[in-house]
């Protein structure tokens, strides 16, 4: 079965940098996409950034472009999300999630399998 697994949130000061990994099993690598998402309290889940695996795609929200960058390594099927230049906005929790059509969209419905998500803390 498809299995995602997303690790490396922690506490950062305002300014800093945190590396996100989302471990992904089970699926085949030949038309898909990974998305990382977004939940902050009393907040909607919003996207943040996706990849797709035939042209290695990326895509982002306004709010973290140019600040955050999505990368894959095929050997490992993992999918990274550096964070750099760090804002106490970004403090969420984050997901990674897979669609296995490969579509790349921002809308939490059209993708078919979640990870656990990791928590993201930006101090002041």
């Known amino acids: 079965d498809v299995q995602l697994q997303a690790f490396g949130g922690g506490l950062v000061q305002a300014g800093g940098s945190l590396r996100l990994s989302c471990a992904a099993s089970?699926?085949?690598?030949?038309?898909?996409?990974i998305g990382w998402f977004r939940q902050a309290p009393g907040k909607e889940r919003e996207g943040v950034s996706c990849?797709?695996?035939?042209?290695?795609?990326?895509y982002y929200a306004d709010s973290v472009k140019g600040r955050y960058t999505i990368s894959n390594d095929n050997a490992k099927d993992t999918v990274y999300l550096q964070m750099n230049s760090l804002k106490p906005e970004d403090t969420a929790v984050y997901y990674c999630?897979?669609?296995?059509?490969?579509?790349?969209?921002?809308?939490?419905?059209?993708?078919?399998?979640w990870g656990q998500g990791t928590q993201v803390t930006v101090s002041s």
């Open positions: 990849i797709t695996s035939n042209d290695d795609r990326a």
């Open positions: 089970g699926f085949t690598f030949d038309d898909y996409a």
């Open positions: 999630a897979a669609n296995l059509v490969g579509a790349c969209t921002s809308i939490p419905s059209e993708y078919d399998y």
